[in-house]
């Protein structure tokens, strides 16, 4: 998953996150300007430290610029009312798997086909219209409280905002 964010000045800030350790995830973010960036994480889900990496000078001989600065940080313990990430995707990323190993096992091919771009795009959409309203949460539902399901019902999702 990847959301790219732009501030009113030009900023980016590049948040992303897989599902690529044994403990199920892996996050991290950066920052971007014109001078340099903030990359904070590739953390997993131990909430052990966590390191943020300031990075200017970028656009010098070295490739990632000069590291100027590279504190270290305890990560938060999840609460109720902000549940760690095992509680609220521990069934979607098993079944992920599940039919990836399937794939594997019967050598063939993880076709995603058209629905993998409007489902990326309503993630993407949604992320960004959250940044711009003090994080207000989004119930993924259509009207009458069924799943969307299909790229029609993810527009329906739309107008009715």
């Known amino acids: 998953m990847h959301a790219f964010c732009q501030w009113a000045d030009g900023s980016l800030a590049h948040?992303?996150?897989?599902?690529?350790?044994?403990?199920?995830?892996?996050?991290?973010?950066?920052?971007?300007?014109?001078?340099?960036?903030?990359?904070?994480g590739e953390f997993v889900g131990d909430f052990g430290p966590a390191c943020a990496?300031?990075?200017?000078?970028t656009h010098g001989t070295a490739p990632r610029g000069m590291l100027r600065d590279s504190p270290t940080f305890d990560m938060?313990?999840?609460?109720?009312?902000?549940?760690?990430?095992?509680?609220?995707?521990?069934?979607?990323?098993?079944a992920e798997l599940l039919a990836f190993l399937a794939h594997a096992r019967n050598a063939t091919a993880c076709v995603s086909g058209p629905d993998i771009g409007w489902k990326t795009l309503l993630v993407a959409e949604?992320?960004?219209?959250?940044?711009?309203?003090?994080g207000r949460p989004f119930r993924l539902v259509r009207?009458?409280?069924?799943?969307?399901?299909?790229?029609?019902?993810?527009?329906?999702f739309f107008a009715a905002l």
């Open 126 to 134: 949604l992320a960004e219209r959250s940044s711009r309203e003090a």
């Open 143 to 156: 009207t009458d409280g069924s799943p969307i399901g299909t790229a029609g019902d993810a527009a329906a």
């Open 76 to 94: 938060s313990r999840a609460n109720a009312e902000h549940p760690d990430f095992h509680a609220r995707y521990a069934s979607a990323c098993a």
């Open 15 to 40: 948040l992303w996150g897989s599902p690529i350790s044994n403990t199920g995830y892996h996050n991290g973010s950066k920052l971007i300007g014109t001078e340099g960036w903030i990359d904070v």
């Open 53 to 57: 990496k300031l990075w200017t000078d």
